[in-house]
T-cell receptor, first 114, second 116 residues
Framework: AQSVAQPEDQVNVAEGNPLTVKCTYS??????LFWYVQYPNRGLQFLLK??????LVKGSYGFEAEFNKSQTSFHLKKPSALVSDSALYFCAVRGRYNTDKLIFGTGTRLQVFP | AAGVIQSPRHLIKEKRETATLKCYPI?????VYWYQQGPGQDPQFLIS???????DKGSIPDRFSAQQFSDYHSELNMSSLELGDSALYFC???????????????FGPGTRLTVL
């Protein structure tokens, strides 16, 4: 069965410091991996995805993520956090064959303090 | 850039009533997906349509049905509403053709359904 784990319910970081939001996955075969961000009363906004190729993926708003096959991880990172980055972040996986659905992790709330 | 449009944004219904949620995908997107997000939970996949045909099915109750129309918009019909149906319902769309599943799902703002 496919699954995604986000081990941290909340991550706190000071503005200007680097941030990491963790994600591990379990899926048969090679996965398609996604990060989305959800602001209050808003929909899910796409940040970035890994399909194949370079393990470091760059996305919107200065975010990037590193795919690590041996550790089955896809951690989201940003070199310098902004207060406006405070939101709920979801990691998601999509199997390669015969499925449309994204399987989401439970979400990590990022709080960036001034 | 145009985004996914959902209507209504908020809906309040009584138990056992019916509700219809509408979704208008990004122009030229051929695939529509529906997800349900309960309070404090992650989104759960309900159903999807590609070129007006059902493509995949998730944990959608039998009381719910959906379809995609010739103009690619989609409607989620919910009958015999229960208190537990109170949730945020997201529609997403993607441009699937030829992408072998690598297409990105872009989400709308959601419809918040409250069942009293």
């Amino acid at each position: 069965a496919q699954s995604v784990a986000q081990p941290e319910d909340q991550v706190n970081v000071a503005e200007g410091n680097p941030l990491t939001v963790k994600c591990t996955y379990s899926v048969s075969g090679n996965p398609y991996l996604f990060w989305y961000v959800q602001y209050p009363n808003r929909g899910l906004q796409f940040l970035l995805k890994y399909i194949t190729g370079d393990n470091l993926v760059k996305g919107s708003y200065g975010f990037e993520a590193e795919f690590n096959k041996s550790q089955t991880s896809f951690h989201l990172k940003k070199p310098s956090a902004l207060v406006s980055d405070s939101a709920l972040y979801f990691c998601a996986v999509r199997g390669r064959y015969n499925t449309d659905k994204l399987i989401f992790g439970t979400g990590t709330r990022l709080q960036v303090f001034p | 850039a145009a985004g996914v449009i959902q209507s209504p944004r908020h809906l309040i219904k009584e138990k056992r009533e019916t509700a219809t949620l509408k979704c208008y995908p990004i122009p030229r997107h051929d695939t529509v997906y529906w997800y349900q997000q309960g309070p404090g939970q992650d989104p759960q996949f309900l159903i999807s349509f590609y070129e007006k045909m059902q493509s995949d099915k998730g944990s959608i109750p039998d009381r719910f049905s959906a379809q995609q129309f010739s103009d690619y918009h989609s409607e989620l019909n919910m009958s015999s509403l229960e208190l537990g149906d109170s949730a945020l319902y997201f529609c997403a769309s993607s441009d699937r053709q030829g992408r072998g599943g690598t297409d990105t799902q872009y989400f709308g703002p959601g419809t918040r359904l409250t069942v009293l």
